[in-house]
């Protein structure tokens, strides 16, 4: 009954409320007219573990939504405390609120807890082997929420990028404007997920746990990119083609190898996901890649016009 009561009256609480996502996911509840809370910090953060529960117990909320993580993967490798604590152990302490309000969490985790090695699209329930602090630091988060008793959603995502924050297309604009060109990896294969695409998949999780209420076989892990697959360089050269009729004189781009571009942290070289899963169980099934990055490049164009 507890839940029933949080379901119908409290708010969705979405954790991360600054970042890509977190700012999708507020735009896109606000147009829905949904009753949502957002933080992040200095009031909410997970170096803090304090806040977290001061934030959940001010929101009373009906469920929650995390989209806050440390998502600086070169520099995880050097700050191990600071990833630990905001992958694993600050969202297991979301996940046992969670748990004791009997409400469902949403949890976002990263396609960098495989290593690359497959030569196919990942599944759910393939061995991971992340190749970094980030992603052992994400799966770690990942195994620790899930042996909880909390209605847990888990959604595994890649190269997340939007008109807000820093990503990668909003740098590879910013770079074609003062070089006239650009050295790219082509030999780590993905696929780039809009920010928009991916709140809106997670909010239809959430309306669908709202009007069915939760079932168990509903918790577990879930991959939640758009559809299709590219390279860096792929993406890059996307980005431009777009950018192009907006006004941008487009740089030459030349595709390298992962080797000629070292980084603190290893990339996975092939981490596709398989969404299968997630259109079986939710319904949820997200646009193709290539068709969701013209809207953002625009936004980005308009945003970062020179004066």
């Known amino acids: 009954m507890r839940a029933l009561v949080h379901l119908l009256n ?16 507020q735009r896109q509840a606000g147009a829905l007219g949904l009753n949502f809370v957002a933080v992040s910090r200095p009031d909410f953060d997970f170096e803090r ?9 001010k929101a009373a909320p009906s469920l929650v939504i995390n989209a806050a993580a440390y998502t600086a993967v070169d520099a995880a490798e050097q700050n191990l405390d600071a990833a630990r604590a905001g992958n694993h152990t600050g969202p297991l302490r979301l996940a046992e609120l969670c748990e004791g309000a009997g409400i469902p969490f949403i949890h976002v985790s990263t396609d960098y807890v495989f290593d690359g090695a497959k030569g196919a699209p990942y599944v759910e329930d393939d061995p991971t082997g992340p190749t970094g602090v ?24 890649a190269w997340v990028y939007s008109a807000h924050g820093k990503n990668f297309a909003r740098t590879m604009l910013n770079a074609a404007r003062k070089v006239r060109a650009l050295r790219v990896v082509a030999d780590q294969r993905g696929t780039p997920t809009a920010a928009g695409d991916l709140a809106a998949v997670i909010l239809k999780i959430a309306e669908t746990i709202r009007q069915y209420g939760w079932k168990e076989g509903y918790k577990g892990i879930y991959h939640a990119t ?12 996307k980005i431009f083609a777009e950018a192009a009729p907006l006004g941008l004189d487009p740089p030459a781009v030349t595709a390298i190898a992962t080797a000629d571009w070292p980084t603190p942290a290893r990339r996975p070289a092939d981490s596709r996901l398989d969404c299968g899963r997630l259109e079986r169980v ?14 953002v490049v625009r936004a980005l164009m308009a945003l970062d016009a020179p004066p």
């Open 134 to 157: 980030y992603g052992a630091t994400k799966r770690d988060g990942e195994v620790a929420i899930l042996a909880t008793g909390a209605q847990a959603v888990i959604l595994r995502t």
């Open 226 to 237: 758009n559809s299709g697959e590219t390279t860096w360089h792929g993406f890059a050269s």
């Open 49 to 57: 573990p304090e806040t977290i529960d001061v934030c959940f117990a």
């Open 282 to 295: 939710f319904g949820c099934r997200l646009p193709l890649w290539s068709d969701s990055v013209g809207p």
């Open 10 to 25: 409290g708010p969705i609480l979405i954790t991360g409320g600054s970042g890509q996502l977190g700012d999708a996911l």
